[in-house]
Nanobody, 123 residues
């Protein structure tokens, strides 16, 4: 399974950005998908996750109410719509796939990772 994340960039505080992640190989519709972010010297932080059919979506506390995760199994893709961006949202964002049926919230629960896409929010 290979994951390709895209959509990062440089934006201003208050702007919106949409990240995409497309999977190749594997049965995407069976994966629990997640988004994480990481800044240098810090641990990878859970941004959110979505179950195989989109029936349940989870968010990290720091992005609740501002970010929205969705998926399109026909397109083998998962998305995160990021609104009201803040400078502290600046990070490298990673998508990840888990073969486990239950929701996962830590990096150890995921089996496959994308290469990351950089998001920089200027004040």
């Amino acid at each position: 399974v290979q994951l390709q994340a895209s959509g990062g960039g440089l934006v201003q505080a208050g702007d919106s950005l949409r990240l995409s992640c497309t999977a190749s190989g594997g049965d995407f519709s069976n994966f629990y998908m997640g988004w994480f972010r990481q800044t240098p010297g810090k641990e990878r932080e859970f941004v959110g996750g979505i179950t195989w059919n989109g029936g349940r979506i989870y968010y990290g506390d720091s992005v609740k109410g501002r970010f929205m995760i969705s998926r399109d199994n026909a397109r083998r893709s998962v998305y995160v719509q990021m609104n009201e961006l803040k400078p502290e949202d600046s990070a490298t964002y990673y998508c990840a796939a888990s073969r486990r049926w239950s929701a996962q919230f830590t990096p150890s629960g995921f089996d496959y990772w994308g290469q990351g896409t950089q998001v920089t929010v200027s004040s």
